[in-house]
Protein backbone atom coordinates (compact mmCIF):
# COMPACT_ATOMS: atom_id res chain seq x y z
CA UNK A 1 0.00 0.00 0.00
CA UNK A 2 1.15 4.03 -1.06
CA UNK A 3 1.71 6.18 1.63
CA UNK A 4 -0.59 9.26 1.59
CA UNK A 5 0.94 12.74 -0.22
CA UNK A 6 1.17 14.99 2.41
CA UNK A 7 -0.44 18.21 1.60
CA UNK A 8 1.07 20.07 4.46
CA UNK A 9 3.13 23.47 4.18
CA UNK A 10 4.37 25.87 6.59
CA UNK A 11 2.39 29.27 6.74
CA UNK A 12 5.56 30.95 5.06
CA UNK A 13 5.22 28.38 2.22
CA UNK A 14 1.63 29.33 1.85
CA UNK A 15 2.24 32.39 1.51
CA UNK A 16 4.80 32.23 -0.59
CA UNK A 17 2.29 30.07 -2.50
CA UNK A 18 -0.75 32.58 -2.31
CA UNK A 19 0.65 35.78 -1.83
CA UNK A 20 4.23 35.82 -3.54
CA UNK A 21 7.27 36.08 -1.60
CA UNK A 22 8.21 38.29 1.03
CA UNK A 23 9.48 41.59 -0.34
CA UNK A 24 6.50 41.52 -3.43
CA UNK A 25 4.00 43.87 -3.41
CA UNK A 26 0.89 41.41 -2.43
CA UNK A 27 3.04 39.99 0.19
CA UNK A 28 3.75 43.01 1.58
CA UNK A 29 0.30 43.91 1.88
CA UNK A 30 -0.85 40.82 3.40
CA UNK A 31 2.15 41.43 5.91
CA UNK A 32 0.95 44.77 6.38
CA UNK A 33 -2.80 44.31 6.79
CA UNK A 34 -1.60 41.29 9.42
CA UNK A 35 -0.25 43.71 11.74
CA UNK A 36 -3.35 45.56 12.40
CA UNK A 37 -4.80 42.09 12.77
CA UNK A 38 -2.04 41.05 15.14
CA UNK A 39 -2.99 44.94 17.28
CA UNK A 40 -6.80 43.79 18.03
CA UNK A 41 -6.19 40.45 18.84
CA UNK A 42 -3.55 41.68 21.12
CA UNK A 43 -5.98 43.85 22.41
CA UNK A 44 -9.54 41.81 22.62
CA UNK A 45 -7.02 39.01 24.80
CA UNK A 46 -5.44 41.28 26.98
CA UNK A 47 -8.83 43.11 27.53
CA UNK A 48 -10.68 39.18 28.25
CA UNK A 49 -7.56 38.60 30.74
CA UNK A 50 -8.18 41.70 32.68
CA UNK A 51 -12.06 40.78 32.83
CA UNK A 52 -13.18 43.67 31.30
CA UNK A 53 -15.74 44.10 28.82
CA UNK A 54 -15.81 46.79 25.97
CA UNK A 55 -17.81 49.41 27.04
CA UNK A 56 -16.05 48.83 30.57
CA UNK A 57 -12.11 49.26 28.68
CA UNK A 58 -13.84 52.55 26.22
CA UNK A 59 -14.71 54.04 29.38
CA UNK A 60 -11.70 53.91 31.21
CA UNK A 61 -9.95 55.16 27.97
CA UNK A 62 -12.33 57.43 27.76
CA UNK A 63 -13.88 56.33 23.77
CA UNK A 64 -17.04 54.35 22.99
CA UNK A 65 -17.88 50.38 22.96
CA UNK A 66 -18.33 50.99 19.30
CA UNK A 67 -14.77 52.18 18.59
CA UNK A 68 -12.83 49.47 20.72
CA UNK A 69 -14.63 46.59 18.74
CA UNK A 70 -13.97 47.98 15.54
CA UNK A 71 -9.87 48.15 16.48
CA UNK A 72 -11.04 44.54 18.10
CA UNK A 73 -12.14 43.51 14.72
CA UNK A 74 -9.72 45.07 12.71
CA UNK A 75 -12.20 47.30 11.30
CA UNK A 76 -10.78 50.30 12.36
CA UNK A 77 -6.81 50.99 12.63
CA UNK A 78 -5.57 52.67 15.76
CA UNK A 79 -3.79 55.79 16.23
CA UNK A 80 -0.51 55.20 17.98
CA UNK A 81 -1.96 57.47 21.11
CA UNK A 82 -5.04 55.73 21.49
CA UNK A 83 -3.42 52.18 21.54
CA UNK A 84 -0.89 54.06 24.13
CA UNK A 85 -4.00 55.06 26.10
CA UNK A 86 -6.19 51.39 25.59
CA UNK A 87 -2.81 49.61 27.13
CA UNK A 88 -1.80 52.19 29.70
CA UNK A 89 -4.64 53.55 31.53
CA UNK A 90 -7.63 50.68 29.88
CA UNK A 91 -5.14 47.40 30.67
CA UNK A 92 -3.02 48.84 33.23
CA UNK A 93 0.33 47.60 30.74
CA UNK A 94 3.16 49.45 28.93
CA UNK A 95 3.19 49.65 25.60
CA UNK A 96 6.44 48.48 24.00
CA UNK A 97 7.53 49.66 19.85
CA UNK A 98 10.42 48.67 18.36
CA UNK A 99 11.57 49.11 14.54
CA UNK A 100 13.50 46.57 12.81
CA UNK A 101 15.75 47.60 9.73
Known sequence: MKAAKSNIMTLD?????????????????????????KIGALIHEARIEKGLTQ??????????????????NNIKEVRLST??????LGLGGHLEL????
Not at 15 to 31: F, I, N, P, S
Open 13 to 37: QFKDKHYGEAGTQTRDVLEVGYESF
Open 55 to 72: EQLAAKVGTTKSYISKIE
Open 83 to 88: LKKIVE
Open 98 to 101: SIKL
